[in-house]
């Protein structure tokens, strides 16, 4: 089956149609979870997605070593390349690893000058423009302020970039708006134009969205994470 179809099968086509055919290019994104439910596998499986595509990502993480991030690439692209039968596995994570940058930070020396930094020496030395940008570990939505998204928002649209985030949810204690947004999130919904909510069921997670776009209908898509795989699915 040619490479173009197998991607047309995947899940993934599924939750882009959910949120308005994608994040789009300059907007920011939230996934939402309780620690340890798979906001990291979700993210990491949408841009391996894309960089099968052709596509080139960006991977930030204040949390995990460059090692452990590849490790975690490539048992994602493997479930993926088994879930849809690619041919020519070698080759395919050959082109995955070449469309891709992986960037770690110290969380408490993190700033965006460094990040904009980095990402202009890239452009310089090696052509690298960034059309989808995962951060994991920042912002940290508990202590963002306004500016700091505000920055955010701006790189996204200079480099022409879609920017998925993460932000942890707690069982209890934790104030959340009528949506069940957290209200350290929600306070920037403003910058944010799709949040999605990562719910953990008896053998899934289910895929929530909660916002998409200011679309005042949100789609209810049966869309679910295998804990196992890190991958999507749908019933």
């Known amino acids: 089956m ?3 179809s197998m991607m047309q099968r995947s899940p993934v086509r599924v939750f882009e149609r959910a949120i308005g055919g994608g ?6 994104g939230v996934v939402m ?10 993210m990491i ?20 070593s460059v090692e452990r991030i590849n490790d975690f690439f490539d048992q994602v692209f493997h479930a993926m390349a088994a ?3 690619f041919d020519e596995v070698p080759q395919k994570q050959l082109k995955m690893e070449r469309n891709r940058h992986i960037l770690v930070y110290n969380r408490d020396l993190f700033s965006l000058e460094k ?28 202590s963002t302020e306004t500016w700091e998204m505000e920055g955010l928002q701006r790189l996204g649209r200079e480099w022409g970039a879609e920017i998925w985030t993460s932000s942890n949810t707690h069982r209890e204690g934790q104030k959340t708006d009528e949506r069940g947004v957290p209200l350290k999130v929600a306070a ?3 910058f944010l134009a799709v949040i999605i909510h990562l719910c953990p069921q008896n053998d899934h997670v289910k895929v929530k969205i909660v916002k998409e776009h200011g679309t005042q209908e949100i789609p209810q898509v049966h869309l679910e994470l295998d804990p196992g795989t890190m991958l999507l699915r749908w019933r």
Do not use: C, W
Not at 23 to 28: Q, S
Not at 33 to 42: C, E, H
Not at 45 to 64: C, N, P
């Open 2 to 4: 040619p490479e173009k």
């Open 83 to 85: 879930d849809l039968g």
């Open 115 to 142: 990040l904009e930094q980095s990402v202009a020496f890239l452009k310089d030395t090696t052509g690298f423009d960034p059309d989808m940008v995962i951060m994991d570990g920042t912002p940290r939505y508990e």
């Open 45 to 64: 499986g949408l841009a391996v997605d894309q960089l099968l595509q052709g596509r080139k990502v960006l991977y930030i993480s204040t949390k995990e």
């Open 23 to 28: 994040l789009g290019a300059g907007n920011l």
């Open 33 to 42: 979870s309780r620690p340890g439910v798979g906001k990291t596998g979700f």
């Open 188 to 190: 920037h919904d403003e």
